[in-house]
C-alpha cells in the first residue's frame, strides 16, 4: 500500500510517501511561507524521484489542524481534491499528533503544544501508545501550565519557549522536533490505513477549534466591542 501525507498547518509545508512499510520519501520546508504555491510542487517532485505516480497512491493522509486556517484549509482541499478526482480515501489526522510523532522514541506523556495567539495555545497530551491524554484543544499558557502541574512529560513545538518554568518532571525536545515532518505525516496515515480509519473524502474537515479572525470581529463588532 502507498500513502502519501501532507500538512501545512503550520509555518512547514511537509509531505511525504509512505509505501509498504518504507518511508520513500520527505519534503519539510519551514519558512511559513506560499504554501498554496510551494506544497504541490514539492509532492509533485516527490512523486518524479520515486517514480509512483497518482494512480497508484492508495490513501491520502492530511493534518486536518489545528494551527493556521489558511494553511489548514490549503493542506484539507488539496488531500482533498487528490482524493476526489482519483476516487481515494483520505486519513485525517490531528496535526498536533504529527507533531507528537517527533518524539515517539519518548515513554511517557508527550504534550505537542503550538502558539496561536495572544496567550493561547494548540495542545494535546499522548501517552507512550500514541493514544490521546488530551484530545487537541485550545488553552491558555496559564491553563496548560496548570494542566502539566509537574507531570513527566516531554514537549514540542514552537509553543514550548511560552511555558517558562514547568518544574523537574518535564523535559523539552530537541529544536528539530518543533516542526511538523512530511514523513510523520506518511507514517502515521500508513498506520491508520491498516487499522481502518480511512473516510471518504467527502467526510473530511478542517479542525479549527477557534473562530476565525474575521467571525471574532463580526461578532465583537455585533456586540459592540473592540477585539485585538
Known sequence: MIVLGLDASSDAAAAGIMADGVLLCEYTLNNGKNHSVK???MIEEMLRQTGITFPEI???ACGVGPGSFTGVRIGVATA??????????????SSLQILADNISEYDGLRVPCVHARCDELYCAAYNGAGEAILEPSVMTIAELSQYLDDKPCMLCGDGVSLLGD??????????SANVVRGGAAAELGY???????QQHYEAVAPLYLR???AEREYEARKNGQNIK
Do not use: C, N, T, W
Open 58 to 60: 492508495d490513501a491520502y
Open 80 to 93: 482533498k481534491g487528490f482524493a476526489q478526482s482519483y476516487q481515494k480515501p483520505v486519513i485525517p489526522i
Open 191 to 197: 498506520r491508520l490505513l491498516l487499522e481502518g480509519k
Open 39 to 41: 506544497l504541490l510542487p
Open 166 to 175: 514547568l518544574g523537574s518532571q518535564a523535559r523539552v525536545a530537541r529544536m
Open 211 to 213: 473562530a476565525s479572525q
